[in-house]
């Protein structure tokens, strides 16, 4: 990460740094307080600093493509993020920090190594929420209590239909549900109870 950048720390308000082979994003990135988009996109980040949390005008953060374990504990408070891409990383479970975020509309979390989508979801703002490429095997009827989310992508996942929540179909605000590439044949979601609605 160029260090030379925080002499314009004052005036950025994008940064894009992908396609390097940054390992550290320095504390230091939590000066630039004005940054409303920040990509760093394929590089080789194995963790975020705690710091980065501080950026609270950051509305875009892409971070496809690294070496992602977990987010930071504070990461709740990115308070205007509306933005997150994390396709492509190690990310074991969908992150519980992401449901303090009011005003986040897409959250991309494909090709992870996502395993299942805990209760915290409920609380997620998100109107779209991309899961695809994951090993997700159970997600949490929870799902459906998203106030927002209108658009959910599950597809190459190892989902039995069993374990699809049927309240997605019935009682959510979902709109397109994409479940191909699953451990059942889609003509056998349509079968199900709450699917015409």
């Excluded at 939590?30 to 920040?38: V, Y």
């Excluded at 950051?58 to 992602?68: A, K, S, V």
């Excluded at 209760?119 to 929420?129: F, N």
């Excluded at 239909?161 to 003509?187: C, H, R, T, W, Y």
């Amino acid at each position: 990460f160029p260090e030379d950048l925080q002499k314009l720390a004052s005036n950025l308000r994008t940064i894009d740094l992908s396609n390097n082979k940054i390992e550290l994003l320095p504390p230091l990135i939590g000066k630039f307080s004005f940054l409303k988009s920040l990509a760093l996109n394929n590089n080789k980040l194995t963790a975020l600093p705690e710091e980065l949390c501080k950026l609270k005008k950051l509305e875009t953060l892409h971070l496809n493509g690294n070496h992602l374990r977990q987010l930071p504990a504070a990461f709740g408070q990115l308070s205007a993020l509306k933005t997150l891409s994390l396709s492509g990383n190690q990310l074991r479970t969908v992150p519980t920090q992401l449901s303090g975020l009011r005003h986040l509309d897409v959250v991309d979390l494909s090709k992870n190594q996502i395993q299942n989508v805990p209760d915290t979801v409920g609380e997620l703002q998100a109107i779209e929420l991309n899961l695809n490429q994951n090993q997700i095997s159970q997600i949490s009827v929870q799902i459906s209590h998203c106030p927002r989310l209108k658009v959910l992508r599950l597809e190459e996942n190892c989902l039995e239909l069993s374990m699809l929540p049927q309240s997605i179909l019935s009682d959510s605000q979902i709109s397109l549900l994409a479940v191909e590439g699953n451990l059942f044949e889609i003509k056998k979601l349509r079968e199900l109870d709450g699917y015409d609605k």
